[in-house]
């Protein structure tokens, strides 16, 4: 857990979503830290479907998704979904099973900070879904 004081702006975390009692612990970045909730950017596999479960592909989550540049690797995007979670589940330790943030190769990536605050308040003029959150190495009840 974070501890004391809010999360900033750019800063990497891990959380673990939940949808209909379906847990899906997600890699985040930091968009716009709040006291009580924060919204995050997760990756393209935190997208949610039009049945209103976990999205099963890229095609059925398509309508949450958004690209954004990475700041690595340098030249690439990555697909990125944006949230609003209660600050408290965010976390700083890493977690095994967590989605990664990902080019559209596979390789690794990380958004770039500044960029994804630009898609969040200009093209989604701040808006963001409220997902329930825990902490990603709390068990999802």
Do not use: K, N
């Amino acid at each position: 857990v974070l501890g004391e004081g809010l999360p900033c702006p750019g800063q990497r975390l891990h959380c673990r979503l939940l949808l209909r009692g379906a847990a899906r612990a997600a890699e985040a970045v930091v968009v716009a830290p709040g006291a009580a909730q924060t919204v995050i950017a997760c990756p393209a596999d935190c997208a949610i479907g039009a049945s209103g479960d976990w999205a099963t592909s890229p095609t059925e989550g398509a309508w949450q998704v958004r690209d954004c540049e990475c700041a690595t690797p340098s030249g690439s995007s990555c697909g990125v979904v944006f949230y609003s979670v209660d600050t408290r589940a965010l976390a700083t330790a890493e977690v095994p099973d967590a989605c990664c943030f990902q080019t559209s190769a596979g390789q690794r990536a990380l958004p770039e900070a500044e960029l994804l605050a630009g898609l969040f308040h200009g093209d989604l003029q701040g808006d963001a879904l409220q997902m329930q959150a825990v902490p990603a190495d709390a068990e999802a009840g």
